[in-house]
T-cell receptor
Framework: KAGVTQTPRYLIKTRGQQVTLSCSPISGHRSVSWYQQTPGQGLQFLFEYFSETQRNKGNFPGRFSGRQFSNSRSEMNVSTLELGDSALYLC????????????FGPGTRLTVL | ELKVEQNPLFLSMQEGKNYTIYCNYSTTSDRLYWYRQDPGKSLESLFVLLSNGAVKQEGRLMASLDTKARLSTLHITAAVHDLSATYFCAVDYTGNQFYFGTGTSLTVIP
């Protein structure tokens, strides 16, 4: 079956702009998580959605937000971009069991100039 | 907050040698996951460890979990160049949030 897909794959923005990233989970998966990966901070959890509800949120400013649609597709939005937001943003979906692993998408590489 | 520490951070090893990567975490959990990441790529799931004493093996990699010691190990046997990658462990503490280790960058030298 198809894996997790993310669009766009690459994005270049300037400071102050906003950006929306999209994630389509594996068919049937209802849990979607977002992570930010940078060389300095590693993999940091942003938030997790399940059946359109945000169940958990990481320690990021309010500029970072997300949502999930009824078909489990998810979007994350970053407003008022800062240089430090340049990162690889990874989306992961999780299956039916509470102990299932997460399956990661290819990521969106965001560069803020 | 749950802390997950991996060591070493960087590992350079010769082909054919054995080595172990360690993953320590600060709060009791019986859900531990290992991932592999190649440069410029996403994360690939390697192992899922769900109970104390769990051991999983795939090819030259073997992972184990000791929940009492809050320790997981990833053992590499007779390393080959194709194993060069960054390896992450992750702990699921709350049921809906993975805490990732810092990663171990492995380079296998011919």
């Amino acid at each position: 079956k198809a894996g997790v897909t993310q669009t766009p794959r690459y994005l270049i923005k300037t400071r102050g702009q906003q950006v929306t990233l999209s994630c389509s989970p594996i068919s049937g998966h209802r849990s979607v998580s977002w992570y930010q990966q940078t060389p300095g901070q590693g993999l940091q959890f942003l938030f997790e959605y399940f059946s359109e509800t945000q169940r958990n949120k990481g320690n990021f400013p309010g500029r970072f937000s997300g949502r999930q649609f009824s078909n489990s597709r998810s979007e994350m939005n970053v407003s008022t971009l800062e240089l430090g937001d340049s990162a690889l943003y990874l989306c992961a979906s999780r299956g039916y069991g509470a102990k299932d692993t997460q399956y990661f998408g290819p990521g969106t590489r965001l560069t803020v100039l | 907050e749950l802390k997950v520490e991996q060591n070493p951070l960087f590992l350079s090893m010769q082909e054919g040698k054995n080595y172990t990567i360690y993953c320590n975490y600060s709060t009791t959990s019986d859900r531990l996951y290992w991932y592999r990441q190649d440069p410029g790529k996403s994360l690939e799931s390697l192992f899922v460890l769900l109970s104390n004493g769990a051991v999983k093996q795939e090819g030259r990699l073997m992972a184990s979990l000791d929940t009492k010691a809050r320790l997981s190990t990833l053992h590499i046997t007779a390393a080959v160049h194709d194993l060069s990658a960054t390896y992450f462990c992750a702990v699921d503490y709350t049921g809906n949030q993975f805490y990732f280790g810092t990663g171990t960058s492995l380079t296998v030298i011919p």
